[in-house]
Nanobody
Framework: QVQLVESGGGLVQAGGSLRLSCAAS????????MGWFRQPPGKGREFVAA????????SYADSVKGRFTFSRDNPKNTVYLQMNSLKPEDTAVYYC?????????????WGQGTQVTVSS
């Protein structure tokens, strides 16, 4: 069982930056692939980024590529999503997720989400 707790959300102006964190508890953290997803107001959940267990492989949605960076610190059991050049369309609840294998989904464990609001 893995528990995930996101933090770092908030209100920011367009063009600004935020860094989301997701702290995990449970079995060895490096054995989990991790993902970030988001759910904009009135829309379904969408993929944002993924990272492999050792951090060596990353993947991003086209909408965030070049602006967001996904990283992990395995000794600290934490992943980070650095979000730069934020746009109003990035407004959403952001969720981190964990999958019990090296890379990719399906994701079995989810955090409670953290709100990101980007004002124009």
């Amino acid at each position: 069982q893995v528990q995930l707790v996101e933090s770092g959300g908030g209100l920011v102006q367009a063009g600004g930056s935020l860094r989301l964190s997701c702290a995990a508890s449970g079995r060895p953290f490096s054995s989990y692939a991790m993902g970030w997803f988001r759910q904009p107001p009135g829309k379904g959940r969408e993929f944002v980024a993924a990272i492999s267990g050792n951090g060596g492989i990353t993947s991003y949605a086209d909408s965030v590529k070049g602006r967001f960076t996904f990283s992990r610190d395995n000794p600290k059991n934490t992943v980070y999503l650095q979000m730069n050049s934020l746009k109003p369309e990035d407004t959403a609840v952001y969720y981190c997720a964990a999958a019990p294998h090296f890379w990719g989904g399906p994701y079995d464990y989810w955090g409670q989400g953290t709100q990101v609001t980007v004002s124009s």
